[in-house]
């Protein structure tokens, strides 16, 4: 089945089962490697990107329904070669360890900054779920204070 | 060339038996249903209440009917994994929604569960933990159940494309269809609303 996808502001049209997971039309058909495969079953979160501005797992998410709809991944953060707040804050925390999950956790960062623009510690705790192996969560959690401070700073 | 001519023979006819062996069942089947219905029609409030409630105090309806903040998940109805709450309005919270991970219809890729306006009954709908007659209360109390006229219950427990999903509740995480209420959809649609046509009486 054909149909059109409109990614970071990008149009793109795939030619596929409607089940498919969006992770996987994105991944693999249209190279768009920054969202990462984990578990493939909504559990660890390293898949998260936006729609419509709301955290998805995109594993458990058939691309037929992103019809229509405004997806992010995180190539789509930074604009016009400006890094997303939620991008400097990461740098200047050094969150990454391997990096694998760090696009899920920024994207579900960014969710979550939409919604609760200066989030508390238990804020962070109860709004993101997903899973570092690594264990970067400390410095996550200082980066996402740090990025509402940026976001702040930008208004 | 008689090998094939046999085989060919074999190919021709299987099917026809396959045909002839479905259509027995199916007349079989259809045979059975009007002998059935009269039965079913003939359902006493009692027997009607006692068919609904085989379903309502099933795990797929009370794991989403929970009597706390934490929604529960599969047969053994476990705390839902990952520390999921059900926030505010029972949608989840404002940035871990449960349309996160549940969309409008089962994945089985994925093993998540999902259906339209997938979210946990409010607090005064808790139904764990509650004998059949308790959840009958419950539901009919317009204090516990949003307000809602027994039209309205009986529309929310035969209709709601959410309720119905307990009948098709999909593959679960590791591919193993979920347990299914114990009793057929059309049986269950009917007792509610033989039930609720007879008054809704709750029996003691
Ligand atoms: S890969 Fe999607 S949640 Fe793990
Ligand atoms: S940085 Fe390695 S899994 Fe998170």
């Known amino acids: 089945m054909k149909m059109k996808l409109e990614i970071n502001g990008s149009q793109y049209e795939v030619d596929t089962d409607r089940n498919m997971p969006l992770l996987l039309v994105i991944r693999d058909?249209?190279?768009?490697?920054g969202t990462k495969y984990?578990?493939?079953?909504?559990?660890?979160?390293?898949?998260?990107?936006?729609?419509?501005?709301?955290?998805?797992?995109?594993?458990?998410y058939p691309v037929s329904l992103a019809e229509g709809r405004q997806i992010t991944t995180i190539e789509g953060l930074s604009e016009n070669g400006q890094r997303h707040p939620v991008q400097q804050a990461w740098i200047e925390e050094i969150v990454p360890q391997c990096g694998y999950c760090q696009p899920g956790f920024m994207m579900a960062t960014v969710a979550l900054l939409n919604k609760i623009?200066?989030?508390?510690?238990?804020?962070?705790?109860?709004?993101?779920?997903?899973?570092?192996?690594?264990g970067t969560y400390f410095r996550m959690r200082k980066a996402i204070h740090r990025a509402a401070e940026l976001n702040k700073s930008n208004i | 060339m008689r090998s094939i001519t046999i085989s060919n023979s074999i190919?021709?006819?299987?099917?026809?038996?396959?045909?002839?062996?479905?259509?027995?069942?199916?007349?079989?089947?259809?045979?059975?249903?009007?002998?059935?219905?009269?039965?079913?029609?003939?359902?006493?409030?009692?027997?009607?209440?006692?068919?609904?409630?085989?379903?309502?105090?099933?795990?797929?309806?009370?794991?989403?009917?929970?009597?706390?903040?934490r929604p529960l998940q599969g047969?053994?109805?476990?705390?839902h994994h990952?520390?999921?709450?059900?926030?505010?309005?029972?949608?989840?919270?404002?940035?871990?929604?449960?349309?996160?991970?549940?969309?409008?219809?089962?994945?089985?890729?994925?093993?998540?569960p999902g259906a339209p306006h997938w979210h946990l009954?409010?607090?005064?709908?808790?139904w764990e933990g509650l004998s059949p007659g308790e959840i009958?209360?419950?539901?009919?109390?317009?204090?516990?159940?949003?307000?809602?006229?027994?039209?309205?219950?009986?529309?929310?427990?035969?209709?709601?494309?959410?309720?119905?999903?307990?009948?098709?509740?999909?593959?679960?995480?590791?591919?193993k269809p979920r347990e299914k209420p114990p009793v057929e959809r059309g049986d269950y649609i009917l007792a509610v609303k033989r039930w609720v046509a007879s008054g809704a009486v709750i029996p003691e």
């Not at chain 2, 009954?121 to 808790?126: G, I, N, R």
């Open chain 1, 29 to 33: 058909m249209l190279d768009l490697k």
């Open chain 1, 38 to 60: 984990g578990c493939g079953r909504a559990a660890c979160g390293s898949c998260t990107l936006l729609v419509d501005g709301e955290a998805v797992r995109s594993c458990s």
């Open chain 1, 117 to 134: 623009p200066d989030p508390t510690d238990e804020d962070i705790d109860q709004n993101i779920l997903n899973v570092c192996r690594c």
């Open chain 2, 11 to 69: 190919l021709i006819s299987a099917p026809i038996l396959v045909l002839i062996v479905l259509y027995a069942f199916t007349f079989q089947e259809m045979e059975g249903h009007p002998a059935e219905k009269p039965q079913q029609e003939e359902m006493t409030p009692e027997e009607a209440f006692e068919v609904m409630m085989q379903v309502l105090t099933h795990k797929r309806c009370i794991n989403c009917h929970p009597d706390g903040d």
């Open chain 2, 75 to 79: 047969e053994d109805s476990h705390f």
């Open chain 2, 82 to 112: 990952l520390g999921v709450v059900r926030g505010p309005d029972g949608h989840g919270l404002p940035a871990y929604q449960c349309n996160s991970c549940h969309q409008d219809r089962n994945n089985n890729f994925s093993g998540v």
């Open chain 2, 121 to 126: 009954a409010p607090k005064s709908m808790a």
């Open chain 2, 136 to 175: 009958a209360h419950s539901m009919t109390d317009p204090e516990r159940n949003g307000g809602r006229t027994i039209e309205e219950v009986e529309h929310h427990l035969t209709a709601d494309p959410l309720v119905m999903w307990a009948f098709e509740p999909g593959l679960d995480q590791e591919g």
